[in-house]
C-alpha cells in the first residue's frame, strides 16, 4: 500500500541490490452503479443493477440492500441480477467488487403487501349421491394475490390425506368443480380455501372449513337394506342398523315394501329397558339402534330419502349405553372395529365395564367373539354401568378379524385353551357355548373370557350354567388353570326345533396326559371329545357335563355321576325303544339283567340277562305289547339295581 511505479531493492547484511528496470504499479478499477429496475418492490421481487466494472463472475460481485445482502443469480461486466433479500429495508443499493464498492445514488424503496380479503363464499353443507359439487370463494381483489388453494378430503379419512390443488381466477372468484369421483366418501366431503397473499413470506388467509354430507334421494336404491336373510327359521333373524337418518323414519314408511304388520310375515324388535319390545312398542327408527327383523318373503327394503349422520373426528356419533344389555347398531355406512371404539373412549370411567366384543347373528351364526361391527348391522352390547360412547368416525381399512385372546388352537395341556361348543339348529349355528381355562380367567363372577347368555326375542336350544352370585347366567365358561375340572351346562330346550346337533373341533384334544369327555346323565352317553366331533341332543337331554383331567380322574369322576339306567328314548315310544345303562364297579364281569315289567308288576320280558364288565351299553325293545305304562328294572350281581318309568302308545 503507497507503492507507486519505480526500482525494487533487496538489502541483506548492509548490501543492497537493485533492480536493472521498474516495476509498474496500477490502480484498480471501481465498479459504478448507473440505475436499478424496478426502483421499488416486496420481498423477493427480482432487480436488475446496471453500471460498469462488475465481476463476470457471480461469486465476486457483492450486493447489499441498506445493508442486507442479497442473492446475486447473474452478472456480465454491466448489469447484476438479484432480487429483494428477506430482512431488507428502504435504503441504497451496494455492489462491492475487489474491494471497491460502489453505491446506489438514490434509495430502493422496499414495500409491502397488502392482504386480499375473501368477500364471499359458495359451500354447500350437502350433495346428492352421484352427483358433483361446485364450491368456489370471492376476494375483494385478486391483483393481490399470489395463489389459492383448494384442500378437500372425505370425513372418514384421517385429516392428513387432505388433498390440494391450485385454483385460477376468473376475475375476483376462484371455483372448484368436484366430480363424482372426489365425492366417494359414505359420510361427506370436508373442505376449505387456502388464499395467500403476495408478502414474502407469504401470509395465509383461510376460509371457513365446510362439511358437506352425502345425501340419498328418495328414488335411490344406495339406501337399499343388503344382504338380507328370508324365511321362517330362527336361521332367518339378522340383526340391521340404518347407518343414516332417515327423512320419514317411521316403521311404516321405512319397511313400507313388506305391507302392513303381520306377524305370519314380518317381524320387527329393538331392545330397551331389559327387554326385546316388539313393534309397536316402537314407532320409529333410529341411527345407532339395532333393530331384530324377519320376514318370509323376499322383498327389497328401501327406506326412502335420508342423509349420511352428521358426524365428522371432532364430534363424532355418540352411542348412549345403558346398564345391562344394548342392542346397538353401526350409524355408519362403513365397517366399525370394535377395538377402535373402545380406545377412542378408553379415558372415561366404566369403559373397563363394556363387552370387549360383540354378539351378533351374522350369515345365520350367533357368535359373542365377533370383533367389526359391519355397516348396515348391528350387535348386542354388555354395559356395567350407562355409559356415552363416542364411534369414530376414522374408517380403518382393517377392520377384519382379529385374534382372540384365547387362541381356539391351544392344546388342552396349555395352561391357556378352549373349546366352541357349536349347536346347529334349524339352519342356526350357535358359536355361544364353550369352556375353557385361562391363568387370567376367575371361578365366580364373569370375565372377559366368558359369554353370559344374551336376551334373544326366539327360543333356541341353549346351554347355560347357571350364576347366582350375579344373578345370571353363562353360555362359555372359562375357569382359572387347574389339573381336573367338571362344566355343568343346563340344557335350556326350543322344543319346536326337535333334535339339535352338538359340535367341536377335535383336533387338539388330543393329549397323552389329559382328557375331555362329554357325559349326558339322561342318556348315559360318554362321549370321548378327542375321537369324536359332534353329540345328537335329544328332548331327554337336560343337562351336560364336560370332564376334564387326567383319565383316572375322568374315570372316577364317571363312576360317581353316572346312575345305573339312563332314560329310555323315544318316551313315549310306539315300537322300538332304547335303554341306556351302565356298569360303574371296578370288577371285570357282573351278571346284568334287564326285566320289563307291566303297571301291575307283572313281567312282560326279560331283555338281557348276560355278564358285563365296566361301561357304558345300550340295549333295544322291540316292543309288541299294549299301550300303557310299564317299567323297566336293571339288576346287577351283587346288590346294584335301578328301575326307571317307560310309556307305549
Known amino acids: 500500500t503507497g507503492a507507486t511505479t519505480g526500482k525494487i531493492t533487496v538489502t541483506v547484511g548492509g548490501q543492497t541490490a537493485t533492480s536493472s528496470t521498474d516495476f509498474t504499479v496500477t490502480t484498480a478499477t471501481s465498479p459504478t452503479i448507473a440505475s436499478f429496475n424496478p426502483t421499488s418492490g416486496l420481498i423477493g421481487t427480482p432487480v436488475t443493477i446496471t453500471g460498469t466494472n462488475f465481476s463476470t463472475t457471480i461469486a465476486n460481485n457483492t450486493v447489499k440492500f441498506n445493508g442486507t445482502t442479497a442473492t446475486v443469480t447473474a452478472s456480465t461486466a454491466t448489469s447484476i441480477t ?18 471497491q464498492t460502489a453505491t446506489s445514488a438514490t434509495d430502493f424503496t422496499v414495500t409491502t403487501a397488502s392482504s386480499p380479503a375473501i368477500v364471499s363464499q359458495i359451500s354447500p353443507t350437502s350433495f346428492t349421491k352421484g352427483s358433483g359439487l361446485t364450491v368456489s370463494i370471492t376476494v375483494d381483489d385478486a391483483s393481490k394475490v399470489s395463489a389459492v388453494n383448494f384442500r378437500s378430503g372425505g370425513i372418514s379419512e384421517a385429516l392428513v390425506t387432505l388433498r390440494s390443488s391450485t385454483l385460477t381466477a376468473s376475475g375476483n372468484k376462484y371455483e372448484k368443480v368436484l366430480s363424482v369421483s372426489d365425492l366417494m ?26 362439511k358437506a354430507f352425502v345425501n340419498y334421494p328418495a328414488a335411490s336404491t344406495d339406501q337399499v337394506l343388503p344382504g338380507l336373510s328370508f324365511g321362517t327359521q330362527v336361521s332367518n333373524y339378522q340383526i340391521i342398523a340404518f347407518p343414516f337418518t332417515i327423512a320419514n323414519n317411521s316403521v311404516t314408511s321405512v319397511f313400507n315394501a313388506l305391507g302392513a304388520y303381520d306377524k305370519t310375515k314380518w317381524r320387527l324388535f329393538d331392545y330397551a329397558n331389559g327387554d326385546n319390545r316388539e313393534y309397536s312398542a316402537f314407532t320409529t327408527i333410529e341411527p345407532g ?16 330419502a335420508a342423509q349420511a349422520v352428521q358426524a365428522d373426528d371432532a364430534t363424532p356419533f355418540t352411542i348412549n349405553l345403558s346398564t345391562g344389555w344394548n342392542l346397538i347398531g353401526n350409524p355408519y355406512n362403513y365397517n366399525l372395529l370394535w377395538s377402535d371404539v373402545l380406545a377412542t373412549n378408553s379415558a372415561l370411567a366404566g369403559i373397563a365395564g363394556v363387552s370387549q366384543t360383540l354378539t351378533t347373528l351374522s ?6 367373539s365377533a370383533t367389526v361391527l359391519p355397516k348396515y348391522r348391528g350387535a348386542f352390547v354388555k354395559a356395567a354401568s350407562a355409559i356415552s360412547l363416542k364411534i369414530p368416525v376414522k374408517y380403518n381399512s382393517s377392520a377384519g ?4 385372546e384365547l387362541e381356539e388352537s391351544a392344546s388342552i395341556d396349555q395352561p391357556n385353551w378352549q373349546v366352541t361348543l357349536t349347536l346347529l339348529q334349524d339352519g342356526l349355528r350357535n358359536e355361544m357355548a364353550g369352556l375353557g381355562m385361562n391363568t387370567s380367567a376367575s371361578l365366580k363372577g364373569k370375565d372377559k373370557f366368558d359369554n353370559e347368555r344374551v336376551p334373544l326375542p326366539f327360543d333356541i336350544t341353549e346351554l347355560s350354567s347357571a350364576h347366582p352370585e350375579i344373578a345370571s347366567a353363562f353360555n362359555k365358561e372359562v375357569v382359572p388353570t387347574q389339573e381336573n375340572f367338571t362344566w355343568t351346562f343346563d340344557v335350556k330346550h326350543a322344543h319346536h326345533l326337535g333334535n339339535v346337533t352338538l359340535t367341536w373341533e377335535k383336533n387338539n384334544l388330543n393329549s397323552p396326559n389329559k382328557q375331555l369327555v362329554l357325559f349326558d346323565p339322561a342318556t348315559l352317553q360318554v362321549v370321548d371329545m378327542s375321537t369324536s366331533s359332534s353329540y345328537s341332543i335329544t328332548t331327554l337331554t337336560t343337562q351336560l357335563q364336560f370332564i376334564y383331567g387326567e383319565k383316572d380322574y375322568v374315570q372316577n369322576a364317571l363312576d360317581k355321576e353316572l346312575p345305573l339306567l339312563g332314560s329310555p328314548y323315544p318316551n313315549p315310544a310306539k315300537e322300538e325303544v332304547t335303554i341306556p345303562f351302565r356298569v360303574s364297579d371296578n370288577y371285570d364281569q357282573r351278571q346284568v339283567q334287564i326285566k320289563i315289567y307291566n303297571a301291575v308288576g307283572v313281567e312282560i320280558t326279560t331283555l338281557l340277562d348276560v355278564p358285563l364288565g365296566k361301561g357304558s351299553y345300550e340295549v333295544s325293545w322291540q316292543s309288541q305289547a299294549p299301550a300303557g305304562l310299564y317299567f323297566v328294572k336293571m339288576q ?14
Do not use: C, H
Not at 90 to 98: A, D, E, L, P, S
Not at 290 to 300: D, E, H, M, P
Open 82 to 99: 438479484t432480487a429483494v433479500p428477506t430482512g431488507a429495508t428502504t435504503g441504497k443499493i451496494t455492489v462491492t467488487v475487489g474491494g
Open 185 to 210: 366418501d359414505p359420510l361427506g366431503l370436508v373442505y376449505y380455501f387456502e388464499v395467500l397473499d403476495k408478502s414474502s413470506p407469504a401470509k395465509t388467509i383461510t376460509s371457513t372449513t365446510t
Open 289 to 304: 339402534k339395532g333393530y331384530w327383523l324377519i320376514v318370509k318373503n323376499s322383498a327389497t327394503i328401501n327406506p326412502g
Open 363 to 368: 350369515g345365520s351364526t350367533l357368535s359373542s
Open 401 to 404: 378379524r382379529v385374534a382372540s
Open 636 to 649: 346287577v350281581a351283587g346288590g346294584q339295581s335301578g328301575i326307571v318309568k317307560l310309556i307305549l302308545k
